[in-house]
């Protein structure tokens, strides 16, 4: 099992995990780091070769995080091939931070 932690930006999409390998992403958490402001994220499940970003690969829309609040995504499990990717974006720059938890799977 693997751990990775990224800053989700606002000012570009930002790339959270890349899968080298078939793996299972088990959880991923969004914690909303601010003591002051609100924000919203939107997630991305991109297959390789797809842009991020696009509606299409959009699997959750504007999550709303208000200040020190987290969100775990836990019900779902994603299996990503070699090269697939998760992305995000804030609607307020770096008080958000994701943290993915993932498990080879071949």
Do not use: Y
Not at 73 to 100: N, P, Y
Request: contains cysteine; negative net charge.
């Amino acid at each position: 099992m693997a751990i990775t932690n990224v800053q989700v930006e606002s000012t570009q999409t930002t790339r959270l995990f890349l899968a080298s390998g078939e793996q299972a992403i088990t959880t991923m958490f969004f914690c909303n780091t601010s003591d002051t402001t609100d924000c919203t994220v939107n997630i991305f499940a991109t297959p390789n070769g797809i842009a991020p970003g696009t509606s299409s690969t959009m699997i959750i829309k504007s999550l709303s995080l208000p200040k020190t609040e987290t969100f775990v995504f836990d019900a779902e499990k994603l299996i990503l091939s070699s090269q697939d990717s998760i992305h995000a974006k804030a609607s307020v720059d770096k008080i958000v931070v994701a943290t993915i938890s993932t498990v080879q799977t071949s």
